[in-house]
């Protein structure tokens, strides 16, 4: 047991977590917190955001103030990273921020002694608060990057720890562990692996970020039936890095497709912030309204007249847009290719506003055994009109 009492410790980030989640930790999970302090299972160096958009690494002996406090905030600390031709540096593996950790873990309601597999051993952190609550047997976590695995395993073997950790695609599942009471994600994905639905016990569910190509946002969390249907709820909170696939190390995508700037510019009919601005549930909802529609913002900084461009593309390449704002305030959209990219999203969320702009809590999945996924509004009945 620690005995720190507030600030940098498991108090202090108890003290964070309560605030992020509205209410005070539950008793279980604050003996877990304790128990599993975080700052044992960071790298002597991590990548810390630098205020630019950007990461910039923190070395433990040459800051350790910065370090210290960076591991007990409710904030994501990123503990590999990859470099871009450009010098951009993009994260690949983190402890994830300490609040929604939390948020995730009452969703999933683990109880002692329950089986859970977790997707994404990331440092370990984790998987030592579950081992913790349902005890070291009843817990698998998988990884996909090896050099993550061994650091993990002695971070939680130093803190007494020692559920199964093991490398592999998470996609997968575990097999040889199955069936789960909880399948617990930390790496968000675009659609439930069928092997997740496969490796559920009756009676069991699904806690897993969430992403479309539009955003990374929100938690599923979902129950299997008894004719192999997933059925579930998105919550509110929660931006993961994504579960990538074996050979994609990287996972970017390439902008494809036709140029709009040579097509011809009309008005925009709606600020491109609506839905790529500080309004999560905005962006998550445009996400699972014009699936597999990606957008980036450009600054423009250097061009005058122009004060920001956003960029769509499709991922079937069949169409691309861009929506610029003017230094005056003017909105006009340019859109190219066989798919009106712009005109969807405004679609999407005229829907949205005309239905009261309901909350992203108010959306289900349905995955039937076969795969076939409908997304509905407040009751599988009311499927919401999708691209
Ligand atoms: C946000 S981090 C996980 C944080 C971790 N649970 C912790 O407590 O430190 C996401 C992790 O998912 C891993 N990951 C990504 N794709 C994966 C896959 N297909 N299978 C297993 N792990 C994967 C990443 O390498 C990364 O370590």
Redesign the pocket.
Known sequence: MTTATGGCGPAGLAAAVAAHLGRAVPPEWLAALEAVPRDR?LPSRVWLRDGHGGYRPCDRAAEPDRWRAAAWADG?VV??VTEEPDGTVRP?????APGT?LAMLAAADVRPGARVL????????????LAARAGDAGVV?????GD?VAP?RAALAAVGRHPLVRQ????DGWPAGAPYDRII???SVRAVPAAWVDQLAPGGRLVTPWASAWCAYGTLVAEPTPDGTLRGRWLAGGS???????ADAASGTVAAGPDPLAAPAEAAGLSPWAVAGDDYQAQAVTGLLTPGVWHVWDGADDEPGVHARLWLYAEDDAGTAVVEVASDGTTTARQAGERRLWDEVVAGWRWWREAGAPALSRFGLTRSAEGTVRVWLDTPDRPVPRR
């Not at 977790?118 to 608060?129: D, P, R, S, V």
């Not at 993961?240 to 074996?246: D, F, K, N, S, T």
């Open positions: 299972f994501p503990v590999r690949l593996s983190s402890a994830s950790v977790e997707i994404g051993t990331g440092t370990g952190w984790h998987a030592g608060l976590s998988v990884e996909l990057d993550l993990a592999g695609d998470g996609a994600a930390t790496c993961y890095l994504p579960l990538r696939a074996r």
